[in-house]
């Protein structure tokens, strides 16, 4: 079993900055790839950004691309994600999550196994 724990949210001005990090405990992560989803009010969850196992690929969702950058730290076993210029719809509840498969790249949200309770990101205009 996989814990995630989300932290770095919290209330920003348009323009500013945020970074969650996501620590996994139980076991290693570093063979899974990670990922970062959201879910404002009302709304679908939604893909945000992936990394791969090794940090080499990553992929974002349009409206964060050049914004939000995703990185992980696999001695320390933690995924990052660095937001820039935040805008009010980026307001969220932000959850990571861990690959079901080893060495895969998933993108979308059945690909992904654990998930943490997620950090809230609220953004004001």
């Known amino acids: 079993q996989v814990q995630l724990v989300e932290s770095g949210g919290g209330l920003v001005q348009a323009g500013g900055s945020l970074r969650l990090s996501c620590a996994a405990s139980g076991r290693t992560v570093s063979n899974y790839a990670m990922s970062w989803f959201r879910q404002a009010p009302g709304k679908e969850r939604e893909f945000v950004a992936a990394?791969?196992?090794?940090?080499?690929?990553?992929s974002y969702a349009g409206s964060v691309k050049g914004r939000f950058t995703i990185s992980r730290d696999n001695a320390k076993n933690t995924m990052y994600l660095q937001m820039n210029s935040l805008k009010p719809e980026d307001t969220a509840v932000y959850y990571c999550a861990v690959d079901q498969i080893p060495l895969r790249f998933g993108v979308t949200r059945r690909d992904y196994e654990y998930w943490g309770q997620g950090t809230q990101v609220t953004v004001s205009s």
């Open positions: 990394i791969s196992w090794s940090g080499s690929t990553t």
